[in-house]
């Protein structure tokens, strides 16, 4: 693993976490704030990596590594029901984008 | 600085980065590719830290699949209303501005938090390493999901279920955009690339046992093809006998799960207490059946509704 | 240095070039139909270096394949991708979905 620095993969996953959350104060539309739990989710993982990699070599513990690959799976169940909710809740009052046609 | 400090400071930056642009873009299009390229550089991250498993899981299906539900409901969206060009408004930038500081203050604490914690520190690997003979499986991730605990893992494809029922109960799966890009560019792509898909799969779950891999990770490209064919048009119409084939793959992996658990109870054992010498064979067995329903899941999960016996063949042109 | 390390070093190196010109061309030209010539030809050509560059390093045949294979199946995905994105279909569509890797 060639001493991977742990504190900085620490800060960054609070960072991500912390990025999500801003996110979803933000913004009202759905697809957005979607996205912006999905990061907080990815903030996590990368917590919760970090931490089982503290071990040191290459034998990293793994219980937290099942619980991100659990968390994975979940997110993406969590985000194609919330997706079909933002669908039928007639989508979103985007406030500050327009249109996907870049 | 050597090599390698450089390039966890150039991952750490691209990671927030990325984010940032998530969250903050103006187009929503963009904002869902800089997610989808966050899970790519995630994925390049698990493998930095030595957790292989999850990179393989998070490029399938938290980049991947996850990428494509968000692009569809983007389209979907867009269909409906056509996008109406607003600039932001007054005062907007003040608005949010409680947001960002209580979003800097979790940042505050969740670092000063995770900033105190012991660096290095043991946590469970030796004892997950030492049951390992007794598990019936080499990968430690592996002896952890599908036997130390299992009892999650089980839960797991409950939820799995309870996401296809959620979306099954809210409506009917929209149509697909009519005139599927079904050329025959894309038709020789996936009639290669799909069952490659699925030998793939369970060549993954098969090396799950001693290698990164496993049912989720099989699971997740067999979910890839079902989208691709969902895609590419090449999908028949839903007949009665075919939702009922289709019913019984998303609950076959939990079902198993269960019969298994319940099974090895017979002599006087818990839960889900797997006989030793015959670890191996019912997580190879768990697994199949899981792998199934992870894939078919996700695919119900694409396609995003209820499919509806009798309606008109979506992949006619 | 070993030879064989030397030449992966050599490899790796052109395969860089490929991708900062695949790279700024993206960032630089005018249109999509340019952009895309550009990713799609530059970029995998830039990754059949590192696949060589790595395959000279491969343990074992079965690695070796492996790494062949995915370069050809990267080259079948970025081929369609940029064939759908310009439009092959006569409707512009951005959301093809991911085909999986």
């Known amino acids: ?102 | 600085m050597t090599i390698v400090q450089l390039f966890d400071a150039l991952l750490a930056l691209l990671l927030l980065w990325l984010a940032w642009r998530a969250v903050t873009e103006a187009v929503l299009f963009r904002a869902v590719v800089s997610f989808v390229a966050l899970g790519l550089v995630l994925a390049l991250t698990w493998f930095r830290l030595e957790a292989s498993d999850l990179a393989l899981a998070e490029a399938a299906v938290g980049s991947g699949l996850t990428g494509a539900l968000m692009l569809a409901a983007l389209r979907r969206r867009s269909d409906r209303s056509p996008p109406a060009p607003e600039g932001p408004a007054k005062g907007a930038a003040l608005r949010q501005l409680p947001g960002w500081v209580l979003a800097f203050a979790i940042f505050g604490a969740l670092a000063w938090a995770v900033l105190h914690l012991p660096i290095p520190a043991q946590g469970l690997t030796e004892e997950a390493h030492a049951s390992l003979e007794k598990s019936g499986v080499t990968n430690p991730v592996t002896a952890v999901l599908l036997n130390y605990r299992s009892y999650d893992t089980l839960l797991e494809l409950g939820v799995l279920l309870l996401a296809v029922v959620a979306v099954w109960s809210l409506r009917v799966a929209p149509r697909l955009r009519p005139g599927s890009p079904s050329g025959p560019l894309l038709e020789g792509l996936l009639r290669f690339l799909i069952p490659l898909l699925i030998v793939t799969g369970g060549y993954l779950l098969w090396i799950g046992a001693f290698a990164p891999g496993g049912a989720f990770q099989g699971g997740a490209l067999l979910g890839g093809a079902c989208v691709l064919v969902l895609l590419g048009g090449l999908t028949v119409g839903p007949t009665t006998g075919r939702i009922a084939l289709l019913r019984t793959g998303l609950w076959a992996g939990l079902a198993v799960f269960i019969v298994v658990g319940l099974g090895v109870m017979m002599p006087d054992r818990w839960f889900l207490e797997y006989p030793v010498e015959r670890a191996k064979l019912l997580i190879l067995l768990i697994e199949t059946a899981a792998l199934i329903s992870i894939g078919l899941t996700l695919g119900c999960l694409f396609y995003g509704g209820r499919p509806e016996s009798g309606s008109s063949d979506r992949s006619s042109p | 240095m070993s030879p064989v390390d030397a030449a992966s070093t050599m490899f790796l190196a052109v395969s860089l070039f490929f991708f900062t010109a695949g790279t700024i061309g993206l960032v630089r030209l005018p249109d999509v139909h340019s952009r895309l010539h550009a990713l799609t030809k530059a970029d995998n050509v830039g990754l059949g270096c590192v696949v060589l560059a790595v395959l000279l390093q491969a343990s074992d045949w079965t690695e070796g394949f492996k790494l062949v294979l995915i370069w050809l199946l990267v080259l079948a995905a970025a081929t369609n991708v940029s064939f759908l994105i310009a439009g092959g279909t006569g409707k512009r569509d951005h959301d093809d979905g991911e085909g999986d890797r």
Do not use: K, Q, W, Y
């Open chain 1, 1 to 102: 693993m060639n001493g991977a620095p742990l504190e900085l993969f620490l800060l960054v996953g609070a960072a991500l976490f912390a990025c999500g959350a801003a996110g979803v104060f933000r913004d009202a539309e759905p697809l957005r704030r979607v996205i912006a739990v999905n990061i907080m989710g990815s903030g996590v993982f990368l917590l919760l990596v970090a931490i089982a990699a503290r071990g040191g070599g290459d034998r990293p513990d793994p219980v937290p590594h099942a619980m991100v690959l659990t968390g994975i799976v979940v997110a993406v169940c969590a985000t194609g029901v919330a997706l079909v909710l933002a669908d039928l809740s007639g989508g979103g009052e985007g406030d500050d984008d327009d249109g996907e046609r870049s």
